[in-house]
């Protein structure tokens, strides 16, 4: 089957967005709030170099997004043809390990498939920001599209399988866990896939689903091939699977489990034959549902985004003014440490959402800061001045004041808090601390 070219198909056959126009006009409103006050607060304070870039108005108008991971064989293209109801070529569904790349099936008006690189560059797809994982990866990512009805609200992403040894892994260009932290950041539903007869979990799989963790809450078990297995041995499958996955995961909620074959082949045993058809009319309705809630979620994931923009700028005008006169030292540790409960009263609305200043933050994805980095080079505010929002929400900079810990009044601190108001870096600084800690 012959390929569309990049741009042939760029111009004339992907569908952008699913919104109606109000959705689409809150969105945009939304987005103008984000670009004219957050994001110079964010370039300002170098919030990129510490927890995730900023977001593309491409990412935040994109339709809701389906992850599929899982090990090799486990029907996760096959569950992505029965979904879309396509017999593509481009589906390659074998016993063996069949699918090398990662591929977004996206909604068009003709069938052709989108290279990575070309892919990267499209204003129509939300994937701009894969760019940075360099262009080995992207040789193995490819946009595939299909005029089916389902992909009008709905993107998914089917992904290779996660293989066992370290020794499959070495031709990898690509470190997989990080590319899979950085889809389900953005997705809003992860389904998890594993076959029946295969429940063992691999380190690298098992790396996969840590990284998963922040993210549980949108993450759907799939026991695929279930058809496969008689009634008594379906049971002792079904308890192995829960066991095995909440040890990975760690959390208190059980993760909801869909028991079935997502095919369109005839059930093998017919024992729960009422349950495979109740789990797969459930899975769609699931699906189905997206749409009609991801404004809300993402509002939301703004939201707890600007909470966490806050926090870091928080933490780095506290670094800078402890650091204005006497520059950095061990003596900073302690300090800050000192300074915790004071800036959990003063600035944060409750213990949990003050970041601790204990080694052990990691970057966005699993990569942590590399210590020997001096901190007036990965966070060059703090030789030019702490930030502190006015109550316009205008972000300035202005000189911490000689006198008093601090630098800046508390009223100023307070008024900036009442501004829109902002996460997370405090994994950056924490690991950086921890090298300074231990040189």
Request: glycine share 8%.
């Amino acid at each position: 089957m012959s390929s569309p070219g990049a741009d042939e198909i760029g111009a004339t056959s992907i569908s952008r967005r699913v919104w109606n126009m109000g959705a689409l006009g809150v969105l945009r409103k939304l987005w103008q709030i984000y670009a004219e006050t957050v994001l110079p607060l964010e370039q300002k304070s170098f919030y990129e170099h510490f927890c995730a870039p900023p977001i593309s108005l491409e990412e935040f108008e994109a339709r809701p997004q389906v992850l599929l991971l899982g090990q090799y064989s486990t029907g996760k293209t096959s569950m992505v043809k029965w979904l879309t109801e396509s017999e593509s070529n481009y589906f390659d569904v074998r016993p063996q390990p069949s699918t090398d790349k990662f591929m977004a099936v996206v909604h068009g008006d003709e069938e052709g498939i989108i290279h990575g690189n070309a892919a990267a560059c499209l204003p129509q797809l939300p994937y701009q920001g894969l760019s940075k994982f360099g262009t080995d990866f992207l040789g193995s990512f490819q946009a595939l599209v299909l005029p089916s009805e389902i992909l009008r609200d709905i993107t998914f992403i089917d992904t290779p399988g996660v293989l066992s040894g370290s020794k499959q892994r070495i031709g990898r260009d690509y470190d997989f866990a990080k590319i899979s932290a950085w889809m389900a950041d953005r997705a809003d539903l992860v389904l998890l896939t594993f076959d029946a007869h295969k429940l063992d979990i691999s380190d690298e799989f098992q790396q996969v689903m840590e990284v998963l963790r922040p993210h549980a809450g949108k993450v759907r078990c799939v026991l695929n091939k279930a058809d496969q297995i008689d009634a008594s041995n379906l049971v002792r499958v079904y308890g192995a699977l829960l066991w095995n996955v909440g040890k990975v995961f760690q959390t208190p909620e059980v993760a909801r489990v869909f028991v079935s074959s997502f095919w369109n082949e005839p059930y093998r045993f017919q024992d729960h034959v009422t349950l495979f058809e109740e789990d797969k009319a459930a899975v769609v309705k699931e699906l189905q549902s997206l749409p009609h809630t991801a404004l809300l979620r993402k509002i939301n994931n703004l939201t707890a985004r600007v909470r966490r923009v806050r926090t870091h700028v928080i933490v780095v005008g506290y670094l800078r003014s402890r650091t204005l006169l006497s520059g950095w030292s061990d003596e900073c540790i302690p300090q800050a440490r000192d300074g915790e409960r004071e800036r959990e009263s003063s600035h944060f609305g409750s213990r949990r959402e003050c970041p601790s200043l204990e080694p052990g933050g990691e970057r966005e994805g699993g990569e942590a800061p590399n210590p020997a980095d001096p901190l007036r080079e990965r966070v060059p505010l703090l030789r030019g001045g702490a930030i502190v929002l006015t109550g316009k929400n205008a972000p300035t900079t202005c000189l911490p004041r000689r006198g008093p810990p601090g630098g800046h009044s508390r009223e100023q601190s307070r008024r900036g808090s009442a501004a829109l108001l902002l996460h997370f870096v405090a994994g950056g600084i924490r690991g950086y601390l921890k090298g300074r800690h231990r040189t």
